[in-house]
């Protein structure tokens, strides 16, 4: 992974750039040790303690059960507890015999109605993702799915039902009950920051992901970046670049692609730095953008809106085999791409783009190889470490959101649930 | 359709509102009448141009055609070309004998190759829309399926394709050589503006979509519009309060809805105010999020994040039928939604959300009775009509895309275009 910075407009030099790493140079130096006040939520950056090979083995085992004649695994979670997975598997399954589905991560009838359909006639199971397992909509999710589980199998639906939750919570004890199998949520990783253990990689070894090479690119990454000092880190360079623009007065960080298959890793990616980063009245608004299509969208406002934007680039270098453009026999119009595959016409679209935004607006080229299971735990473990990193430039806790909790005080009364019990811990 | 805001810490008096909008009265008369100097523009401004009887039973007949024998529908348009029509289709059509899938509208091999794939043994047509079919992802989107039919169906291929573009282009040319069947792309209205036109109806038609619904909507909110004076008027509201609020240093307009099939819907609204209103430096910058999902990523930023951002949701009343919560035999923690309908949460978690955010942002509130063809037609041109009044009020030509050519003539330098043809004109 290589990073390059362009800023044609020079709102910063490479000289400020290198004083202002040197300046928080502890930043780094703290982080790539991992502080003792926020060792309640590094569980992620030791790669090994949660997905070290024991742990890999017992994902491969549980996940084995499910595949041998399952069709379809309903994924019940919201926010950090499907977000890594859904982004891994929805970019890089196509079409195998397993089917991975969403729910409880939204509280809509029509979705709810749709997804039931869908289940049908087939051999279905479940993995609840939820760490304190106080949240509603996995709640209601999973209420309504085990239920139908157990309606359509009777007994002997239990093994059909895979909880992934901390120790000692409602989820937990449900286990113990009804016999489900229980993997744990790590009590020292936050969702946003939990692709790399049982809550991401168990979805993604069902869907039949090579869950060994995200571990590899994971771990591969947070040696790289634990070893590699100041000036030279750079997820250290990420996050100060990010940092002086927010001082230069850029309010919205764009992550841009031309790969559609980023979809949902760009829901991940947002979730990450809102969550981190938003709070204290600061922060970048992270956004994203899938091109070309958006460059007949969002493209006006990036070359010509309020100036307020800088642009990420993932670019992805290697595209695989590509369709070709074929001539035909009357002139369309289109003759000058005849003989072109799309990989060359995406890159000269994508250096197109870079220059011609990089020309009014700052920007980060970001370069990956190709995408595969790999590369995710590279960006994964990238996006984690520099967020870390940024939270810290920015002078805001990492790893709380406490910001998620207002709306909830206001449904929970709306829905009676203070009748019940009094605590509401949040959850994300 | 109605419209309220919330604005907890008043960034501005009601009084403030009302005299900006008399001072302004005159953007909103001379826009009832339609302007002059944007007539090449306004073809969407009286639905019944574009959208009349004899142009809906015109479309139904061609549509008649393609439902006929027809398993898939390819639409092939990129930006305005595609997003009306996908946003009504995705979001109500569930599951119907006809598929409609989309291409063009970016350039990835991968997509293209899963793409051919779904179309396999099936009875396929296409739609292609392009305005001036000068932009590159239709053009190739095109030129592929076009070479696919005809190696598929051999002779006769020609009735599978239907081409939507403007008279004169090269596209309609093809169409004479070939005998494909042309509609218009009506030279006066923008691909932005065009969701009640061929454009926008045409695809709908072919997947089931009561397009007369739709144009009634759309219809009844012109007549609504055009006849409603000053402070009464909700489009203008709507513009003014966003005037207002742009002026009090917001930057960011974040659309919001507890209603996941808006999706489409999101990125039509997205690309009408980015392209409408980002130009000379100026405009908010639209994004939208899918709550309640998005509460658990996004929605940290929105409640304690850097504030510049204003919320705009839409509040769609009527659910439909709804999945009720069951009791279980073993308390879960959620007893206290037993008996509870998804709609009744899902109620609960909206007014919880606008109470939470509008304490701390100014919020407003679009109601709408619900979720058909006649409140996307409402919608369509209730945002339309908004914009050309918010375009005005900013300064800016709410009908041109000057921005997106920049990238371009880049592209189009490394593909070699300039050595077949000198000119080139956006389409957007």
Redesign the interface.
């Known amino acids: 992974m290589r990073l390059e910075f362009y800023d044609a407009e020079r709102r910063f030099t490479l000289c400020r750039l290198k004083q202002y790493m040197k300046q928080e140079a502890d930043i780094l130096t703290r982080a790539q040790a991992g502080e003792e006040r926020y060792s309640g939520n590094l569980g992620w950056l030791h790669v090994d303690e949660w997905a070290g090979e024991e742990k890999l083995r017992e994902i491969e085992t549980c996940a084995g059960r499910v595949r041998e004649d399952g069709e379809i695994l309903v994924v019940i979670g919201?926010?950090?507890s499907n977000?890594a997975a859904r982004a891994v598997v929805e970019a890089l399954s196509?079409?195998g015999p397993m089917k991975i589905l969403y729910a409880g991560?939204?509280?809509?009838?029509?979705?709810?109605?749709?997804l039931l359909?869908q289940l049908e006639g087939k051999s279905v199971y479940v993995n609840v993702i939820a760490k304190n397992?106080?949240?509603?909509?996995p709640?209601?999710g999973?209420?309504?799915l085990?239920?139908y589980l157990k309606e359509r199998n009777g007994t002997g639906y239990e093994r059909r039902v895979f909880a992934t939750g901390t120790r000692g919570s409602?989820l937990h004890e449900?286990c113990r009950?009804?016999g489900y199998t229980f993997l744990d949520f790590p009590e020292n990783i936050g969702?946003r920051y939990s692709g790399l253990c049982n809550v991401g990689l168990f979805p993604a070894a069902v869907a039949g992901m090579d869950i060994r090479a995200m571990a590899a690119g994971a771990g591969d990454m947070e040696r790289e970046l634990r070893n590699t000092k100041g000036e030279e880190n750079t997820a250290f360079q990420y996050a100060a670049i990010r940092s002086l623009l927010y001082q230069e007065g850029f309010?919205?960080e764009m992550l841009a692609s031309?790969?559609?298959?980023l979809q949902y890793f760009y829901?991940w990616w947002?979730?990450l730095f809102?969550?981190s980063?938003?709070?204290?009245?600061?922060?970048?608004?992270?956004?994203a953008v899938?091109?070309?299509?958006d460059?007949?969208?969002?493209?006006?406002?990036?070359?010509?809106?309020?100036?307020?934007?800088f642009e990420t680039f993932l670019d992805i270098e290697e595209?695989?085999?590509?369709?070709s453009?074929?001539a035909?026999e009357?002139e369309?119009?289109?003759?000058?791409?005849n003989g072109?595959?799309?990989?060359d016409?995406?890159r000269?679209?994508f250096?197109?783009?870079v220059?011609?935004?990089s020309?009014r607006l700052p920007c980060i080229r970001i370069r990956i190889d190709e995408l595969n299971e790999y590369s995710f735990g590279q960006l994964f473990y990238f996006f984690e470490f520099a967020c870390y990193l940024s939270g810290k430039l920015l002078g805001v806790n990492p790893f709380d959101?406490?910001?998620?909790e207002?709306?909830?005080?206001?449904?929970?009364?709306?829905?009676?649930?203070y009748?019940?019990?009094s605590e509401s811990n949040g959850e994300?």
Do not use: W
């Open positions: 919201i926010g950090g977000q196509c079409g991560n939204n509280v809509s009838s029509q979705y709810m109605k749709q359909k397992f106080e949240t509603l909509e709640g209601i999973f209420r309504i085990r239920q409602r449900l009950i009804y969702g309010r919205v031309f790969e559609p298959r829901g947002t979730q809102a969550e980063e938003g709070k204290q009245g600061k922060g970048l608004y992270p956004t899938k091109y070309s299509e460059l007949h969208s969002i493209g006006q406002f990036v070359q010509e809106g309020t100036p307020i934007l595209q695989g085999d590509a369709v453009v074929e035909d009357v369309d119009g289109f003759d000058y791409l072109s595959s799309l990989a016409i995406s000269a679209a250096e197109a783009t220059k011609a935004h020309e959101q406490p910001g998620v207002n709306y909830k005080g206001y449904m929970f009364e709306a829905l009676g649930k009748k019940y019990r994300n």
